[in-house]
C-alpha cells in the first residue's frame, strides 16, 4: 500500500513562508503524478498545485499562483510545497496526493493520500 506522509504545517505570521514536505513510501515515486490540496475548516477541500512525475507540467490554483511553487525531487520520494507571502485565506489541513496518469485538478482522480499536515496562519 503506498503510503504518503506530510510534514512542514506550522503556525506563522501572515506574509511568512513554509516549505510542506510529502514523502511517499512503497510506492515507485517517480511515476507518479502528486498534488497538493488543502481544507480550510468549514470549508471542502480544494486543488491547490500538481506536478507531472518530471516536473514538466505544473499547474497552480488562481489563489496561490506567483506564491507558492510545487517541486519534487524523485530521488528521495519527495514532493514540496513552498508558500510564500501567506495569506489568512491559506490556513487550512493541507493534504499531499498522488496518482497515476497526467496532472490534474480533480481530486477525484487522485488514488493515493497523506494524512494531512495543519497550516494556521495568523495576522
Known amino acids: 500500500q503506498v503510503q504518503l506522509v506530510e510534514s512542514g504545517g506550522r503556525s506563522v505570521h501572515a506574509g511568512g513562508s513554509l516549505r510542506l514536505a510529502c514523502i511517499v513510501s512503497?510506492?515507485?515515486?517517480?511515476?507518479?503524478?502528486m498534488g497538493w490540496f488543502r481544507q480550510a475548516s468549514g470549508k471542502e477541500r480544494e486543488f491547490v498545485s500538481t506536478?507531472?512525475?518530471?516536473?514538466?507540467?505544473?499547474y497552480y490554483a488562481d489563489s496561490v499562483k506567483g506564491r507558492f511553487t510545487i517541486s519534487r525531487d524523485n530521488a528521495k520520494s519527495t514532493v514540496y510545497l513552498h508558500m510564500n507571502n501567506l495569506e489568512l485565506e491559506d490556513a487550512a489541513t493541507y493534504y499531499c496526493?498522488?496518482?497515476?496518469?497526467?496532472?490534474?485538478?480533480?481530486?477525484?482522480?487522485?488514488?493515493?493520500w497523506g494524512q494531512g499536515t495543519q497550516v494556521t496562519v495568523s495576522s
Open positions: 512503497r510506492g515507485t515515486f517517480s511515476r507518479y503524478t
Open positions: 506536478v507531472n512525475w518530471h516536473s514538466g507540467i505544473k
Open positions: 496526493a498522488g496518482k497515476r496518469g497526467g496532472p490534474s485538478r480533480d481530486q477525484r482522480e487522485f488514488e493515493y
